[in-house]
Each structure stands twice: as C-alpha cells, then as structure tokens.
C-alpha cells in the first residue's frame, strides 16, 4: 500500500498536522506546490487545507489542485483534515460532501478540524487519524 499526506499551509498549523499524519501512516509528506505525481499511484491519501476567507479551501493552489483531481477520488480512501480561526468548520463539511460525491471512502467519516496551533492533543488526533488511513 502506498500513502501521501497532500497539504496547504499559511501560518504551519497545517503542515504540523501533516507531519503528525504523514510520521503515523509511514506516508510521503508532500507541500501542494510540491506534487507532481500522480493520484492514481496512491492506494490512501490524506488531503490538509486551512479554512480562509469566507471558510473555503486556499485558492490560489489548493482548491484549483483538488478540483483537478476530484475525477481520481472515486474508490480512493482519503482523510480530510485542516486548521482554522475563525467559524465553525463550514468549509470542512463541504469539502467532506465533495469528497464523498466523489466517490472517496473518508476515513472516520468526517475530516480532522483543529483550531489554530494544534496542541500536543490534536498532533494525538492526526496520529490516530494517519494510523486509521493505513489501516487494513
């Protein structure tokens, strides 16, 4: 089986939440603006955005990213999970319905939201959830 952790992040409360995933799954760590691969060479995927603006995914790389790959989610399992400051996790619970009409399995059902700075708990949670990923 063959795992990438995927991620934007703007202040790094994203890409420690990456880290944390990408170490318990045993999954290649990639910044979005460093992949170049291909979706298809992955079996499970963890996807990581923050929220901005009005609770939506970045959109200058992130969302035009992810829309180009919507297509090669279905059958795919997939974990969702971001950093946010603001709101209550809209722009996840829409990128979950996304992810879900694609045809993805999420794993746990629902994407890992952690607000601001994850603390030694929420790097806990993104552990359980790289773990969950890889799991058979």
Do not use: H
């Not at 934007?8 to 979005?32: K, P, Y």
């Not at 992810?66 to 279905?74: H, N, P, Q, R």
């Not at 795919?76 to 694609?102: C, H, P, Q, V």
């Amino acid at each position: 089986m063959k795992a990438a952790v995927i991620y934007w992040s703007g202040t790094g409360n994203t890409e420690q939440m990456a880290q944390a995933i990408a170490d318990a799954a045993g999954a290649e760590l990639f910044a979005v603006s460093d992949f170049s691969g291909s979706i298809a060479d992955y079996d499970r995927i963890a996807f990581g955005c923050s929220a901005m603006g009005d609770e939506v995914l970045e959109e200058d790389e992130f969302e035009p990213f992810f829309a180009s790959i919507e297509g090669d989610l279905s059958g795919k399992t997939i974990a969702l999970f971001g950093s946010y400051g603001w709101g209550d996790g809209e722009w996840m619970r829409n990128w979950e319905e996304r992810a879900k009409n694609d045809g993805a399995t999420l794993v746990g059902g629902e994407g890992l939201i952690v607000n601001e700075t994850p603390d030694n708990e929420a790097l806990e949670k993104c552990a359980a959830l790289g773990a969950e990923l890889v799991k058979e």
